[in-house]
């Protein structure tokens, strides 16, 4: 079993760059696929980045590619997303995710056993 603990979020304005963290618990994070969600006001949850248990392969929603980059170290049990070029859209609150299993994209919420808390993230305009 794996806790997580999201931080970082903050109020922010259009262009500005932001990095969220999130920290499992546990001896054995380097064997969870990792995943960044997202739910604005109003609207469900959407998946925003995945990476690999080892780090090397990463998977992203069109919404942000090229913008957002998911990295983790598995010395410190830490997962990251650098978010870059923020738009009023990117406001929601963020969550951390860990699932067990083979790398496969991992895309769908479903996949997920394991959610932090989540983190606040706004951005004026």
């Known amino acids: 079993q794996v806790q997580l603990v999201e931080s970082g979020g903050r109020l922010g304005q259009a262009g500005d760059s932001l990095r969220l963290s999130c920290a499992a618990s546990g001896r054995t994070f380097s064997t969870y696929v990792m995943g960044w969600f997202r739910q604005a006001p109003g609207k469900e949850r959407e998946f925003v980045a995945s990476?690999?248990?080892?780090?090397?392969?990463?998977e992203y929603a069109d919404s942000v590619k090229g913008r957002f980059a998911i990295s983790r170290d598995n010395r410190k049990n830490t997962v990251y997303l650098q978010m870059t070029s923020l738009k009023p859209g990117d406001t929601a609150v963020y969550y951390c995710?860990?699932?067990?299993?083979?790398?496969?994209?991992?895309?769908?919420?479903?996949?997920?056993?394991?959610w932090g808390q989540g983190t606040q993230v706004t951005v004026s305009s």
């Open positions: 995710a860990a699932r067990t299993g083979y790398y496969s994209g991992s895309s769908s919420e479903y996949e997920y056993g394991y």
């Open positions: 990476i690999s248990r080892s780090g090397g392969s990463t």
